[in-house]
């Protein structure tokens, strides 16, 4: 039977079903744009450096309660800072082929009520920081909220080449805040850590700035790859990469021989496809700096994974 033979009766019984699937899709639609705006790949990379830098703090393995609300307060705390971030950004994301399907920009999630859902999370981590963890947690994480949307968001970004290096300051604070969360302060290995991932992100974000140069440049945002020549790009890169690898090499006082055995391989991987990056550029090769971006998620996850071992299994430290 086909839709033009149906009776009234029947389509009325159609309309009636197709309502609540419609509905159903509907409110997932919502949850979903409010979810994209979090930006939840950026949360679960940022949690990832959370929970070894519990570890270590505890040198072994933490309360699980604790674990959790850390986790939950930190990813409300990113998830925050990401939608405000979204809020400030609508403008450039609706000119860049990578992110103008943002909710704002698709006209899913309103303005106001992005703007009000960023400032409730960022409140909602607070409170369960401080109640679950302690007040230098909660006031950690607030800390990176606000640096990430007022000084990388609203100043450095639009101004500077240098905006992802000291911007970037706000995306090494999960492993403050996860060790303030275990001891009630903040020690010299959570510095080394904070190092660690505040290095790590130039070459993390510029490589995929090389791949999406021309959205920067058409969204007149100054990213390295925007201001400097490939060779240059690629050159700070391997730099940064070393630097990177070197920092790691500071936490072998407080660690045994699974992480720097690990540290060792990973960060080795790490700087070979810097280099062939750098040489691929200087050769006038064509490069894919997308494999180096990825490779760098995966460093960073194998490389905190590995310290997180470390702790729970807790050996004899080295130093």
Avoid at 24 to 40: E, H, N, Q
Avoid at 131 to 157: E, Q, R
Avoid at 159 to 185: D, E, H, K, Y
């Amino acid at each position: 039977m086909t839709t033009a033979t149906r009776s009234t009766g029947d389509d009325e019984r159609s309309a009636g079903n197709d309502d609540r699937p419609a509905g159903r899709a509907g409110a997932r639609g919502v949850l979903s744009a409010y979810l994209a705006l979090t930006k939840p790949r950026v949360i679960e990379l940022l949690l990832i450096t959370t929970i070894p830098a519990m570890f270590l703090a505890e040198r072994g393995i933490p309360s699980l309660l604790l674990v959790l609300v850390t986790l939950v307060g930190g990813a409300m705390a990113a998830g925050s800072a990401n939608t405000l971030n979204c809020v400030a950004d609508s403008d450039i994301d609706a000119v860049m082929d990578r992110t103008k399907s943002r909710p704002l920009v698709s006209y899913r999630v309103p303005r106001t009520h992005a703007l009000v859902f960023g400032v409730v999370l960022s409140v909602a981590s607070f409170a369960v920081l401080w109640a679950g963890a302690n007040l230098l947690a909660a006031a950690l994480a607030l800390s990176a909220t606000l640096f990430y949307v007022f000084i990388y968001t609203l100043v450095l970004k639009r101004r500077t080449s240098q905006n992802i290096v000291w911007g970037g300051a706000a995306g090494c604070m999960p492993v403050l805040v996860g060790w303030a969360a275990v001891s009630g302060t903040v020690e010299w290995p959570a510095v080394v850590m904070f190092a660690v991932v505040f290095l790590w992100t130039p070459p993390h974000f510029w490589s995929l700035a090389m791949k999406y140069r021309a959205d920067y440049e058409r969204a007149g945002v100054p990213m390295l790859p925007v201001v400097a020549t490939p060779r240059q790009v690629s050159a700070r890169i391997l730099v940064y990469t070393w630097a990177t690898v070197a920092s790691t090499l500071l936490l072998i006082p407080v660690t045994s021989w699974i992480y720097v055995g690990c540290a060792v391989v990973i960060g080795a991987a790490f700087l070979v496809m810097a280099q062939r990056l750098h040489q691929g550029v200087r050769r006038g090769r064509g490069v894919n700096p997308m494999r180096l971006f990825h490779l760098s998620n995966s460093y960073l996850s194998v490389l905190f994974l590995a310290l997180a071992v470390d702790a729970a299994i807790g050996l004899p430290v080295l130093g």
